[in-house]
């Protein structure tokens, strides 16, 4: 059984910089994906960042450039750094996990069936 633990949020004024961090137990079966999601009061969960077993990244347009998601194989710990943080990436982070079966890597809820209980990350003004 997969589980994964959120860390690292926090608040942070416009402009500065977060890393949070999601923990798993060790996967026992490939191939994987993980991804980051986020969710503000009153809007939909949005897919932030992901990446697959090979390395591969995808990034919503709202974050390229300045998000980068990494995995740790070693460590299994998958990370997203947050730079040039502003107020509208205020949410509920939570990283999701796709282990086994068929590859997938995007950034729709419905690929990972394994969610972790999430991280407030707030940017101020």
């Known amino acids: 059984q997969v589980q994964l633990v959120e860390s690292g949020g926090g608040s942070v004024q416009s402009g500065g910089s977060l890393r949070v961090s999601c923990l798993h137990t060790?996967?026992?079966?490939?191939?994987?994906?993980m991804a980051w999601f986020r969710q503000s009061p009153g809007k939909e969960r949005e897919g932030v960042a992901a990446?697959?077993?090979?390395?591969?990244?995808m990034y919503a347009h709202s974050v390229g450039g300045r998000f980068t998601i990494s995995h740790d194989n070693i460590e299994d710990t998958l990370y997203l750094q947050m730079n040039n943080l502003q107020p509208e990436d205020t949410a509920m982070y939570y990283c999701?996990?796709?282990?086994?079966?068929?590859?997938?890597?995007?950034?729709?809820?419905?690929?990972?069936?394994?969610w972790g209980q999430g991280i407030q990350v707030t940017v101020s003004s």
């Open positions: 990446i697959d077993n090979l390395g591969r990244t």
């Open positions: 999701a996990a796709r282990v086994g079966g068929t590859w997938a890597l995007g950034l729709r809820s419905s690929f990972f069936p394994v």
């Open positions: 060790k996967f026992t079966a490939s191939p994987y994906s």
